[in-house]
């Protein structure tokens, strides 16, 4: 059987639409966040951050909604492409040092 | 945009060996820098804070005997893996915080495999 924490969610959208991948980050003093593409065998990339006095934001093709409600971040991939396959991660900073703590994870899937 | 490099980008060794892995900013300071470490298909896991002239801060539950971490100057930071065992064996990323504007960048990662 599996074991809990060696697969990740998996989202698998086709070629052209729109994406929404979420994270539930756990701190309530959490003010800066980040999310992150990774591909297989290489490090994260930024894509695009948000601070705890906005609730959105966009960048190109992008846009990362924050609902400190719920501690709930989203990230809209528009018009997805094939190159957006990786695994997508939110980041949390809790103000301390810069450190940043980061969520499970999602893997995103692109069928041509 | 700034650089932040990681040398080597794989290793593999024998159990009971230790193995150094360094983190470079290319073209920037950085005081700062953070290791993580990934297991397959998990998340990025932080280990410790690196700080350049002091001691490293380690998050709980990492050995600070295992995972030396020394950053000696403001464009690099070593983590060695002491008497690696295969259990050590994952992905570890280190990043780097630019000092002059708190912007933070990553590395694109070393692979450790311990036999």
Not at chain 1, 32 to 51: A, L, T
Not at chain 2, 31 to 56: C, H, I, V
Request: charge should be neutral; glycine fraction near 8%; proline fraction near 4%.
């Amino acid at each position: 059987g599996e074991s809990v924490g060696l697969h990740l969610p998996t989202l698998s959208v086709q070629e052209g639409d729109n994406s929404i991948i979420n994270c539930a980050y756990s701190n309530s003093a959490s003010d800066y966040f980040i999310w992150y593409k990774q591909e297989s065998g290489k490090g994260p990339q930024f894509i695009i951050d948000i601070r705890s006095n906005m609730d959105k934001r966009q960048g190109q093709r992008v846009t990362v909604l924050l609902n400190k409600t719920v501690k709930h971040l989203s990230l809209q991939i528009a018009a997805t492409q094939p190159g957006d396959s990786a695994v997508y991660f939110c980041a949390e900073n809790m103000g301390n040092f810069n450190k940043f703590y980061f969520g499970s994870g999602t893997k995103l899937n692109v069928k041509p | 945009g700034a650089v932040v490099s990681q040398h080597p980008s794989w290793v593999i060794c024998k159990s009971g060996t230790s193995v150094k892995i360094e983190c470079r900013s290319l073209d920037f300071q950085a005081t700062t820098m953070f290791w993580y470490r990934q297991f397959p298909k998990q998340s990025l896991m932080l280990m410790a804070t690196s700080n350049e002239g002091s001691k490293a801060t380690y998050e709980q539950g990492v050995e600070k005997d295992k995972f030396l971490i020394n950053h000696a100057s403001l464009t690099l930071s070593t983590l060695t893996v002491t008497s690696a065992h295969p259990e050590d064996s994952s992905f570890y990323i280190c990043s780097a915080r630019d000092s002059s504007n708190n912007e933070q960048f990553f590395g694109p990662g070393t692979r450790l495999t311990v036999l």
